[in-house]
């Protein structure tokens, strides 16, 4: 990989050499992506070979935070766990706060890439799995990197106060949440708004997904542990069989969205494990389920919680359960709120998109139901603007397969997802510092 020096300076020798360019637009934010583009793509695949689980992301956040300084960025580390933040101030303007996310999934690659990780690590429980990036944070970081990089190239273009956010743990829901708690608003300068982006797996490179007002869900992980009374299974009626109890309560839990929740308003509720029992013969005295729900609405977060223990006591009253052996309802993850793309940020961004990408290559996308806790930066007093926009990462003729039914495209989280890089980088990097240029240049007029 022939890296141009002349252009960019490795990671360790300095400051970038600012642009002459008065006002660079979309091809010279092109000409600059490419001509970083070995750099990156060098910084990509290590990323991609040493992934690292939720909550042990130390060398990949010493990593970020290397890149960072290597530009000029003052960075504080072990914000909220392994969480960065890195500042750049550029005289006045607004202050922007682009995120990123770092961990990694305990998924073994099929990609057979030559490039695939073959990592293992420790999981919580201390078991041996297998580790990839397979929800795209590769990607993300490398975006950030460069985005970041491009930025200081052009900051005679611009004023104001860039902050770089990297944060761990957002597959448990948990980073941005602990970096807040750790007085990321406090220590630091609050931004006038926040971007982010996630790879999508269903658009092909070179586009951009975007959903106005409400674009993840909010998310909560349960456990319900039912109690019974267990004995010979030849005896059933000396016992309170806890593995009926819990068939029973799954299946009114599968029909409350449908009955109990109004039509028009989202709300998912997915069971994904049930343990019980050792033997076939022997009734076990307690059953736990392992659900999640999912939500836009604090009203549906509230309603759907209620029910839940409303169906766990009746159904355990009628089973002939005192109340002191009535089902145990456990939370098992932080409460990570919805994703609210701001509407005036996100028809500024959006704009500014099309005019870079054309508007074939911006599409307007349906909400979805996954979690995100990028929405916990816009969940606080200071009510921060947020927007988070899909980046396609399909190679176009997987997609042309896929829409012609030819080919079945792999989903996040999947062991055989994996981005085209070299355009999915290229345009992840040129969009993310058109939305960046966009908020600095306009100042107040860019902001909600």
């Known amino acids: 990989m022939n890296h141009n020096t002349d252009y960019f300076p490795n990671a360790n020798s300095g400051e970038l050499p600012v642009s002459d360019n008065p006002l660079a637009g979309p091809d010279e934010l092109r000409k600059c992506t490419n001509q970083d583009f070995d750099y990156l793509e060098t910084l990509y695949l290590h990323l991609h070979q040493h992934p690292e689980l939720s909550f042990q992301e130390k060398e990949t956040s010493a990593r970020m935070a290397t890149e960072l300084r290597s530009v000029g960025f003052e960075v504080t ?13 550029n005289g006045e303007g607004p202050t922007l706060l682009i995120r990123t996310d770092m961990d990694a999934l305990p998924v073994k690659e099929e990609t057979h890439k030559p490039y695939a990780s073959t990592v293992t690590a420790k999981n919580e429980e201390g078991q041996i799995v297998p580790v990839m990036h397979a929800c795209g944070h590769d990607m993300h970081m490398t975006v950030w990197t460069g985005t970041a990089r491009l930025l200081v190239k052009l900051k005679n273009q611009w004023q104001g106060t860039l902050i770089c956010v990297a944060q761990g743990a957002e597959e448990y829901g948990a980073g941005a949440q602990a970096m807040l708690r750790d007085g990321l608003y406090r220590r630091f300068p609050v931004p006038d708004c926040a971007l982010a982006l996630h790879v999508n797996s269903e658009l092909p490179v070179g586009t951009i997904g975007y959903t106005p007002r409400h674009t993840f869900a909010a ?12 004995g010979h299974g030849a005896y059933p009626h000396t016992t309170k069989n806890s593995i009926l109890l ?38 076990p005295d307690e059953v736990k389920i392992g659900l999640a729900i999912r939500f836009y609405s604090d009203e549906v977060h509230i309603a759907i919680r209620r029910r839940i223990q409303q169906i766990c006591h009746g159904l355990a009253r009628a089973a002939g359960l005192t109340e002191e052996q ?20 996100t028809k500024t961004i959006v704009a500014s998109f099309t005019q870079t990408f054309g508007k074939d290559n911006v599409r307007k996308i349906q909400p979805t139901m996954t979690g995100e ?14 927007f988070l926009y ?33 355009d999915t980088l290229k345009t992840g990097v040129v969009a993310m510092t058109t939305a960046a240029l966009k908020i600095f240049r306009e100042g107040s007029r860019a902001q909600p």
């Open 326 to 345: 009535y089902p145990i309802i456990s939370i098992n993850n932080p409460y990570a709120p919805a994703t609210y793309n701001d509407p005036t940020l």
């Open 373 to 386: 806790d990028f929405g916990q930066f816009g969940y606080t007093q200071e009510k921060v603007p947020l």
């Open 219 to 230: 998310v909560e992980l349960m456990e319900i542990t039912v109690h019974g009374k267990g």
């Open 77 to 89: 580390e072990n914000v909220g766990g392994y969480g960065l933040v890195g500042v750049l101030k």
């Open 246 to 283: 819990a068939t029973r309560i799954v299946e009114a839990l599968q029909s409350l969205t449908s009955t109990e929740l109004s039509p028009m308003e989202p709300a998912v509720i997915a069971v994904g494990t049930i343990h019980g029992g050792t033997k076939a013969n022997v009734i």
């Open 390 to 422: 899909w980046l396609g990462a399909v190679a176009q003729e997987q997609y042309e397969a896929a829409c012609k039914d030819k080919y079945s495209l792999p989903s996040l989280h999947n062991c055989r997802f994996i981005p085209d890089y070299p």
